[in-house]
């Protein structure tokens, strides 16, 4: 068996298989939330690859997929040496949003956490989104099954208590030129110390993406985080708001 591989292509469904090395774990030997964004990412194209809408296809029109929003619940996290699933599906869509859900099981097979995310078809030009209402192969494989965690709601302006910065680089840049999606959400846990990932986990993540950084901008991490185990950031590029999040945090 391969490290990692599909283990339930269909069109409705698709799943995924990852094993965890020593390599990829935090240091509380366990599955990081940056690479488990990254999974995410990973399973929700290999679905779209499998119905023929991928970026090859897409980029044929000057368009491509973009994820907006992102919550994850986590009863536990993988640890180092253990096989993890993720499942996905899509459960609802609208002229404007696609709203993908994942499953993530253990070794033994069972459910460990959630994943809601919510994606966009843009068109690289204009950066405007393009209408995905008709789009055939969304209505066709559109699954009845609820995803058990609340959605994301609106992430609303805060009073920060405490800040960081951080100068985006050339490493935190991907392919279309602007800054990753998951280094959003390793600068987001880089506000906190290591002390405090080792007596709390991360139970529940919420993310949106409000406007996208570049290379060489500085941006200014602010938080709400006077409850520790429920905390507020927004990541601010010339005081405008480019990410919203949410850490709620739970005794390990």
């Not at 030129?177 to 139970?203: G, I, K, M, P, Q």
């Not at 991490?221 to 185990?229: C, E, G």
């Amino acid at each position: 068996m391969n490290k990692n591989q599909t283990i339930q292509p269909d069109l409705k469904q698709y799943s995924q298989e990852f094993f965890l090395t020593a390599g990829e774990c935090n240091p509380e030997g366990e599955l990081p939330l940056p690479l488990l964004v990254t999974r995410v990412i990973e399973v929700a194209t290999g679905h779209a690859n499998a119905w023929g809408v991928g970026y090859d296809r897409l980029v044929r029109d000057n368009q491509g997929w973009v994820l907006t929003r992102v919550t994850i619940e986590m009863k536990r996290y993988p640890r180092v040496n253990e096989r993890y699933s993720l499942t996905t599906w899509i459960e609802d869509y609208n002229r404007h949003f696609s709203q993908r859900n994942m499953e993530v099981r253990d070794k033994d097979d069972v459910v460990i956490g959630y994943v809601r995310t919510i994606w966009m078809v843009i068109n690289f030009t204009t950066r405007e989104s393009v209408d995905i209402s008709k789009l055939s192969y969304i209505a066709a494989n559109v699954l009845d099954r609820p995803c058990p965690i609340e959605p994301q709601r609106r992430l609303a302006p805060f009073t920060p208590a405490s800040r960081s910065s951080h100068r985006f680089t050339y490493t935190d840049c991907d392919f279309n030129r602007h800054v990753n999606t998951v280094r959003y959400v390793e600068l987001l846990l880089n506000h906190f110390s290591l002390e405090h990932f080792d007596r709390y986990r991360v139970a529940r993540f919420e993310i949106a993406f409000v406007q996208e950084s570049h290379y060489g901008e500085t941006a200014d991490v602010v938080a709400d985080d006077a409850n520790p185990l429920d905390c507020r950031l927004d990541i601010n590029v010339d005081a405008k708001t480019h990410v919203r999040a949410r850490i709620a945090f739970a005794q390990r």
